[in-house]
């Protein structure tokens, strides 16, 4: 297993905690993860997209010019797609992009790339940002910085962390996505993942396994 300090909000070593070897310590399938990452920025995707075809453009109903004896090329409508305000020919209709992923599928790149991130020692584990229960922008960066200086960061919340959210959203470089909403995407986009201790239990289904400042 890997060992990552757990932080306080003063940025002092509160304790340990020990991060399941077949979660942050698995092989990363590149080529899986690609697939996984790519299916889930094409479910992003609106698919609202829509050119009108010769048959949906507004006029031309009239035939420009007779057939014969003009010496130009036979026309039956000026909405034909050479003509300027004609049709799209081929162009792209409503469809869904969404492409089918099984979770397991998802569940093996999304251990790849926190494991990835955890042997570069890029996973961080943290008490909380604000101590009280008054949100503070100001106090929530301050226990960032003492964890990283990475340009972009993701912090993994719990679903009931309100405090630390509304201290956090308003950040530019820092991500905040619940814990059950973990996502390769996310994960590799980021330069560093920050968990708070709840959310990491959140994360993993139990406690995971800690160790007290002082060996308790």
Known sequence: MTTVDVLNVEGNKAGSVELPADIFDAQANIPLMHQVVVAQLAAARQGTHKTKTRGEVSGGG??????????RARQGSTRAPQFAGGGVVHGPVPR????RTPKKMKAAALRGALSDRARAGQVHVVEAFVSGEK?????ALATLAKLTEARRVLVVLSSTDELNWV????EPRVHLIEAGQLNTYDV???DDVVFTKEALDEFLGVPAETTEEGGK
């Open 96 to 99: 869904d992009y969404s492409q």
């Open 167 to 170: 201290s956090l959203r308003n």
């Open 62 to 71: 009239k035939k420009p010019y007779k057939q014969k004896g003009t010496g």
């Open 188 to 190: 590799l986009v980021a």
């Open 135 to 139: 949100p503070s922008t100001k106090a």
